[in-house]
């Protein structure tokens, strides 16, 4: 089983960026596909981003096209999420999370980590 812990997360202005990072241990990524989903308060976990286990193909949630990019470092055991131009509807708690199912499908997902806080302010 797969262990994940978030990091990267803070406080930054609208039009700022920020780069998540994801540490896997306990199993190598690459028989995952990773993902990243957002949660605010009071809201529905929803789903952000995908990678595919060989990095080859990605999926973004609508509202973060453009913006945020998904990619993965299998040698390192790492996934990461760039996001920039952020908008104060990104805060939220960010979750990395892995699927031996396909990357694509968000109800798949079945280990998770515990979440790192991005603020945007306006």
């Known amino acids: 089983q797969v262990q994940l812990v978030e990091s990267g997360g803070g406080l930054v202005q609208a039009g700022g960026s920020l780069r998540l990072s994801c540490a896997a241990s306990g199993r190598t990524i690459t028989t995952y596909g990773m993902g990243w989903f957002r949660q605010a308060p009071g809201a529905e976990r929803e789903f952000v981003a995908a990678v595919t286990r060989s990095g080859a193909s990605t999926y973004y949630r609508d509202s973060v096209k453009g913006r945020f990019t998904i990619s993965r470092d299998n040698a390192k055991n790492m996934v990461y999420l760039q996001m920039n131009s952020l908008k104060p509807e990104d805060t939220a708690g960010y979750y990395c999370?892995?699927?031996?199912?396909?990357?694509?499908?968000?109800?798949?997902?079945?280990?998770w980590g515990l979440g790192t806080q991005v603020t945007v302010s306006s």
């Open positions: 999370a892995a699927t031996t199912g396909p990357a694509s499908m968000a109800s798949s997902y079945q280990y």
